[in-house]
């Protein structure tokens, strides 16, 4: 630990050096993070932000592209290089085809860099030519955010914890039942332990599909090229002292190499250097899934903004050494599900969300702000007539039958007290009101030259998170 602390500090002060050496010299570079739980849309997201700071024509809001600031934008070779590329070009293909499907799921870590070629506006205007600002994109899952919760428990002290949470969940009372019948102090044997990860990784896989955010390990559930290596060869036990050789000794051991091996580097490598951070959330996905998964998606989302807290954390401050992540968005996704009538709610209920997280504890000076975004509109408003009078609607092409069809997904309270609170009461079913949702597919697009991909308030987005730095 202390060996660890100490090369810490080294790696960071040579870096320091190295950064403030060249500074002068080499071009500006914000690394913009992107993260969220899988499916919130982070992939649409960076996909529709970088053909729309390309093609800059429906960007009004993002000031450097209004006044013309941005002179070019194109893609350059990233940085780092032992993460795989952003696959940018694939997943523009597939949503601007003449019949366009959403971009497969990604699993793992990503990254992008858009450089921009930017004339300096102000004082300095026509004293100096335009110069190169370099947008590092780092796509990553929120699920590795919720890893850091892991850092600071014991095996025993997670086990119960996870034991706990299973009761309540889909799948959970099933491997607790298996659990009840193992002895944790009996010699390991290896097929026992991976029928164990296996039936606890399953859980976790059944609660996700039923709308529980906070499933972690992350890892679990998005084990990439570790699956079935020991790493991920663990599950909580009772008990909490287990002799040498014994299953409980063992897996004791895998989950501190978990966190050793997995959970640290990914924080030291990857989100030490962020510099700005987009959190995206499926706030209307957790509502049609009900009271227990929105409450869920609170208790995650409140973890996943305390990894922005370097403070609260000693792993976290040793490797940020004082710097910060200088702004967070925290935006609510698919937007386009609802009337722009609507969208003021929505936006509400992810400003709650934020500020019950802000409360326990400040970003040690990050900027924050909330809001509704849609990386890429699927929908256009209507208001029909309906019994009780008239009723905004959106209507799109349905991703099951590819027919029209107009939507109204319920109406949601002008205080989001009125869901958040039923939701920590533990409510089954939501009392005043039923929220659906439906997949639209995208829309076949006519881009005018000039125009990246329709959106919502995806230039606000852009101007909260780089508009002081273009
Ligand atoms: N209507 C609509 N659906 C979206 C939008 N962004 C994402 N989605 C949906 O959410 C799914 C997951 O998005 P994706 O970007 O792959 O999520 P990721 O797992 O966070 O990368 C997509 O397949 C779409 O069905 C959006 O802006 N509007
Ligand atoms: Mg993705």
Same mark, same amino acid.
């Given at each position: 630990m202390v060996i660890a602390s100490i090369a810490d500090q080294i790696t960071r002060t040579v870096e320091g050096v190295s950064d403030t050496l060249t500074a002068p010299f080499s071009d500006p570079v914000i690394r913009l993070g992107v993260t969220g739980l899988s499916r919130a849309g982070?992939?649409?997201?960076?996909?529709? +932000?970088?053909?729309?700071?390309?093609?800059?024509?429906?960007?009004?809001?993002?000031?450097?592209? =209004?006044?013309?600031?941005? #002179?070019?934008?194109?893609? %350059?070779?990233?940085?780092?290089?032992?993460?795989?590329?952003?696959? *940018?070009?694939?997943?523009?293909?597939? !949503?601007?085809?003449?019949?366009?499907?959403?971009?497969?799921?990604?699993? #793992?870590?990503?990254?992008?860099? +858009?450089? /921009?070629k930017v004339q300096p506006g102000g004082l300095l205007a026509g004293i100096t030519g335009p110069r190169t600002v370099h947008i590092d994109i780092v796509d990553y899952p929120g699920e590795w955010l919720l890893d850091l919760g892991l850092l600071d428990q014991s095996f025993a002290e997670w086990s119960q914890a996870a034991l706990d949470r299973a009761k309540g969940r889909?799948?959970?009372?099933?491997?607790?039942?298996?659990?009840?019948?193992?002895?944790?102090?009996?010699? /390991?044997?290896?097929?026992?332990? %991976?029928? +164990?990860?296996e039936r606890f990784t399953a859980h976790l896989q059944e609660a996700r599909e039923a709308g529980f955010s906070d499933c972690s390990p992350g890892r679990f559930l998005l084990p990439g090229d570790l699956a079935g290596s020991p790493v991920l060869t663990f599950a909580p036990l009772p008990g909490a002292r287990y002799p040498?050789?014994?299953?409980? &000794?063992?897996?004791? &051991?895998?989950?501190?190499? *978990?966190?050793?091996?997995?959970?640290?580097?990914? $924080?030291?490598?990857? $989100? =030490?250097k962020i510099d700005r951070q987009i959190v995206l959330v499926d706030v209307l996905g957790a509502i049609h899934a009900g009271p227990a998964a929105l409450d869920d998606l609170r208790g995650a989302m409140a973890r996943i903004l305390g990894a922005f807290r370097p403070g609260r954390n000693a792993f976290l401050s040793r490797i940020f050494q004082g710097r910060r992540v200088e702004k967070i968005l925290f935006a609510a996704t698919k937007a386009d599900h609802l009337h722009h009538s609507q969208h003021p709610q929505l936006t509400a209920i992810v400003q709650a969300l934020l500020r019950e997280a802000k409360d326990r504890a400040d970003f040690a000076g990050a900027q924050t702000s909330a809001m509704s975004i849609a990386a890429l509109r699927t929908t256009v408003e209507e208001t029909v007539d309906h019994r009780d009078g008239p009723l905004d609607v959106v209507r799109g092409r349905l991703l099951d039958n590819d027919k029209q069809a107009a939507f109204y997904p319920g109406k949601l309270p002008d205080d989001p007290a009125h869901l958040l609170a039923p939701a920590r009461a533990g409510s089954e079913i939501w009392l005043d009101a039923d929220?659906?949702?439906?997949?639209?597919?995208?829309? =076949? /697009?006519?881009?005018?030259?000039?125009?990246?991909?329709? #959106?919502?308030?995806?230039?606000?987005?852009? %101007?909260?998170? !780089?508009?002081?730095?273009?």
């Amino acid at each position: 630990m202390v060996i660890a602390s100490i090369a810490d500090q080294i790696t960071r002060t040579v870096e320091g050096v190295s950064d403030t050496l060249t500074a002068p010299f080499s071009d500006p570079v914000i690394r913009l993070g992107v993260t969220g739980l899988s499916r919130a849309g982070k992939t649409v997201f960076i996909t529709s +932000l970088v053909a729309n700071l390309m093609d800059r024509g429906r960007m009004p809001q993002l000031e450097a592209a =209004a006044n013309g600031a941005i #002179h070019t934008a194109y893609l %350059q070779p990233q940085p780092d290089d032992t993460v795989p590329r952003f696959r *940018y070009e694939a997943h523009l293909d597939s !949503l601007t085809s003449a019949t366009p499907v959403w971009p497969g799921g990604t699993r #793992h870590i990503s990254e992008l860099r +858009l450089s /921009l070629k930017v004339q300096p506006g102000g004082l300095l205007a026509g004293i100096t030519g335009p110069r190169t600002v370099h947008i590092d994109i780092v796509d990553y899952p929120g699920e590795w955010l919720l890893d850091l919760g892991l850092l600071d428990q014991s095996f025993a002290e997670w086990s119960q914890a996870a034991l706990d949470r299973a009761k309540g969940r889909p799948g959970g009372a099933d491997y607790v039942a298996l659990v009840a019948g193992v002895d944790p102090t009996v010699k /390991l044997d290896e097929p026992e332990a %991976q029928v +164990l990860a296996e039936r606890f990784t399953a859980h976790l896989q059944e609660a996700r599909e039923a709308g529980f955010s906070d499933c972690s390990p992350g890892r679990f559930l998005l084990p990439g090229d570790l699956a079935g290596s020991p790493v991920l060869t663990f599950a909580p036990l009772p008990g909490a002292r287990y002799p040498r050789g014994s299953l409980g &000794r063992e897996f004791e &051991r895998r989950f501190d190499s *978990y966190k050793r091996n997995i959970v640290q580097p990914f $924080f030291r490598n990857h $989100f =030490a250097k962020i510099d700005r951070q987009i959190v995206l959330v499926d706030v209307l996905g957790a509502i049609h899934a009900g009271p227990a998964a929105l409450d869920d998606l609170r208790g995650a989302m409140a973890r996943i903004l305390g990894a922005f807290r370097p403070g609260r954390n000693a792993f976290l401050s040793r490797i940020f050494q004082g710097r910060r992540v200088e702004k967070i968005l925290f935006a609510a996704t698919k937007a386009d599900h609802l009337h722009h009538s609507q969208h003021p709610q929505l936006t509400a209920i992810v400003q709650a969300l934020l500020r019950e997280a802000k409360d326990r504890a400040d970003f040690a000076g990050a900027q924050t702000s909330a809001m509704s975004i849609a990386a890429l509109r699927t929908t256009v408003e209507e208001t029909v007539d309906h019994r009780d009078g008239p009723l905004d609607v959106v209507r799109g092409r349905l991703l099951d039958n590819d027919k029209q069809a107009a939507f109204y997904p319920g109406k949601l309270p002008d205080d989001p007290a009125h869901l958040l609170a039923p939701a920590r009461a533990g409510s089954e079913i939501w009392l005043d009101a039923d929220y659906s949702v439906m997949n639209f597919a995208p829309a =076949a /697009l006519i881009r005018r030259p000039g125009d990246g991909l329709p #959106h919502i308030r995806l230039d606000k987005a852009a %101007q909260f998170l !780089l508009g002081d730095r273009l």
